[in-house]
């Protein structure tokens, strides 16, 4: 009885184990295709900007019009990066 008891329990620990792998390897797969989504569409972002110069040109537009708000509000940094605060509240 003895004998039949402990093979019950390891084929049980054996599932639960099998179980706990399968999960496992479904999870990693999960975050893989994951990954995988991401990565085509950084893939697809960067053709789509070397592709389109007018895109290109639109984010350095972009860039230099935020840059100039920023200096508005924030004031001049003189190349250092300080806490942005509007001019008006620095003393």
Not at 28 to 45: C, F, G, I, P, R
Not at 62 to 75: D, H, R, S, T, Y
Request: aromatic fraction near 4%.
């Amino acid at each position: 009885m003895s004998d039949d008891n402990s093979s019950v329990q390891l084929c049980e620990d054996i599932s639960r184990k099998s179980l706990q792998l399968n999960q496992h390897l479904e999870k990693m797969t999960e975050q893989m295709e994951n990954v995988s989504v991401k990565l085509s569409w950084m893939a697809y972002d960067m053709v789509v900007l070397r592709t389109s110069p007018d895109l290109a040109e639109s984010f350095k537009r972009l860039e230099n019009e935020f840059l100039k708000c920023k200096a508005v509000i924030c004031g001049p940094t003189d190349g250092q990066d300080q806490k942005c605060q509007p001019a008006t509240e620095r003393t």
